[in-house]
C-alpha cells in the first residue's frame, strides 16, 4: 500500500497533561529462567477513561528504548511530548475520547519500573548484572498483572512495533482470551542471525569500554563511550539509506585539511550518529541495554522442530500485521511469514505494507497511511 494515495490525514487534539503512576506487584514475580522477584514495581501511564463496562482498555507496547511516556507532557517546562503523541489523543488513531489507553515501561527498563539500575534491597546497591535475565514473555506477564491490578479482563487491543510488537504477539499467545485485537508493527516471530550480530556489536561495544567494569559501574558512571557508540550502530539499522541520502547525502561541515580534524565530524552523517550517541548516554542505562538486547536475540516463537504453527495455534484475537517497505532491520517478509502462518492456521490475520522512506522506524513517523489502517482496524 502506498503512502502516496490518498488518506485523509487524521489530526486531532492533545492529550495534555499527565503523570506517570508506579504500581507495585502484590506477589514475587516469576521469570521465565525460574528466578523469583519480591517488590517489583512498573512505571506506567493512562490517557482516556475507562468505561462503566471496562471494555475500552488498549495497552500500548514499547520498543526498545521507549517507555511509558507515549503520549501527553508532564508540565508546561516539561513539554517533550510522548514519543508516539502523533497517534495517541482526542480524535486521533488511537482516540482517547473512546479508548482508555495503557502503556508502562517494561520490567528491566531504566526509566521507573524494576530493572537492573534498581537498587537490590539485600545490598542497598543496583542490581547491576545480579538482576534475572528477563524475556519478552517476562514483560507481558508483568503487564497481565498491571492489567489485572486496573480491573481489566479483556483488552480492546494490543498495539507496538519493534520489540513493542513482539510483547503484542506474546500477549496474543499466552493470553488469548484476554485481547481482542492484535496490531503489531515492524516486528518479527524470531530475531535473525543479522539482528543479532547488530546487536551483538553494540554489545560489545559497551562491555570493552572500561568503565564498564563488569557491570558494577556507579550510578551516574558507566561505559558512555560504548553505550554512545552502540546507540550510533543501532540507530543506523533504524532507518533506511533513502533517508540517510535524502537528509544527509555526502554533506559536509567543513573541509577539513589536517589529520586531527579529518577525524573529528566532518560529514553532516557523522555529527547526526554523534550526537544520537551522546543524547541516548543521558537517558539510558548501559547493563539495561544489554539485557534488553539479549530478550530481542532469545525472542522466538519456532518450536524445536522450526515450526511457526504451534504459537499461531494459539491465538484467538484479530489481527492486523503492518510492515514497512524500507524496513532492513525487521523486513517486510519476516511481517508476511507470520501473517500466512496465521492464515494456515484459520485465523482472523490480515496484512499491511507501506511504502515510507523511514526504515524501521517508519512506524513512528507522521504517516497518514499508518493512521488510516490504525483508525480502521481499531473501528470495526
Known amino acids: 500500500m502506498n503512502s502516496e494515495n490518498a488518506y485523509r490525514d487524521l489530526d486531532g487534539g ?49 520498543a526498545l528504548t521507549g517507555d511509558h511516556h507515549c503520549a501527553g507532557i508532564y508540565s ?156 550510533m550502530m543501532a540507530h543506523i539499522t533504524y532507518l533506511s539509506e533513502e533517508t540517510f541520502e535524502s537528509k544527509f547525502g555526502r554533506k559536509r561541515i567543513e573541509q577539513n585539511t589536517d589529520a586531527q580534524s579529518l577525524f573529528d565530524a566532518e560529514f553532516t552523517v557523522e555529527s547526526y550518529l554523534r550526537h544520537q550517541g551522546k543524547a541516548f548516554v543521558n537517558r539510558f542505562d548501559a547493563n539495561t541495554y544489554l539485557y ?8 522466538d516463537l519456532y518450536d524445536a522442530e522450526g515450526r511457526l504453527e504451534p504459537a499461531c495455534e494459539k491465538i484467538r484475537a484479530k489481527s492486523l500485521t503492518i510492515g514497512f517497505s524500507t524496513d532492513w532491520l525487521y523486513p517486510p517478509q519476516q511481517n508476511r511469514e507470520l501473517v500466512h502462518t496465521l492464515l494456515r492456521c484459520g485465523k482472523n490475520a490480515s496484512y499491511a505494507e507501506i511504502d515510507l522512506a523511514g526504515g524501521h522506524d517508519s512506524f513512528l513517523v507522521h504517516a497518514p497511511t499508518l493512521y488510516k489502517l490504525v483508525a480502521d482496524f481499531l473501528s470495526r
Open 14 to 62: 492533545e492529550v495534555g497533561l499527565v503523570e506517570y503512576r508506579d504500581f507495585l506487584l502484590p506477589e514475587p514475580l516469576r521469570f521465565e529462567n525460574g528466578r523469583v522477584l519480591s517488590g517489583v514495581n512498573l512505571r506506567y501511564e493512562t490517557y482516556g477513561r475507562l468505561n462503566a463496562t471496562k471494555s475500552n482498555a488498549i495497552l500500548i507496547c514499547h
Open 292 to 299: 534488553l538486547t539479549k530478550a530481542l536475540d532469545r525472542f
Open 76 to 231: 508546561i517546562n516539561d513539554r517533550k511530548a510522548g514519543w508516539w503523541n502523533n497517534i495517541i489523543g482526542p480524535g486521533k488513531p488511537i482516540d482517547t475520547t473512546k479508548f482508555f489507553v495503557i502503556c508502562s515501561n517494561v520490567i528491566g527498563g531504566c526509566m521507573g519500573s524494576t530493572g537492573p539500575v534498581s537498587l537490590n534491597p539485600e545490598t542497598g546497591r543496583p542490581y547491576a548484572l545480579d538482576f534475572p535475565l528477563f524475556t519478552v514473555r517476562d514483560m507481558v506477564n508483568a503487564q497481565a498483572m498491571l492489567m489485572n491490578h486496573l480491573g481489566i479482563d479483556r483488552l480492546y487491543a494490543v498495539i507496538g512495533g519493534s520489540m513493542g510488537g513482539m510483547q503484542v504477539l506474546q500477549w496474543g499467545i499466552d493470553f488469548p482470551d484476554r485481547v481482542e485485537r492484535l496490531l503489531p508493527m515492524a516486528t518479527c516471530a524470531r530475531s535473525s542471525s543479522q539482528a543479532i550480530a547488530f546487536n551483538e556489536v553494540g554489545r560489545s561495544a559497551i562491555m570493552q569500554d572500561p568503565q564498564w567494569d563488569g557491570g558494577s559501574y556507579a550510578t551516574g558512571k558507566g561505559p558512555s563511550v560504548g553505550l554512545a557508540v552502540a546507540r
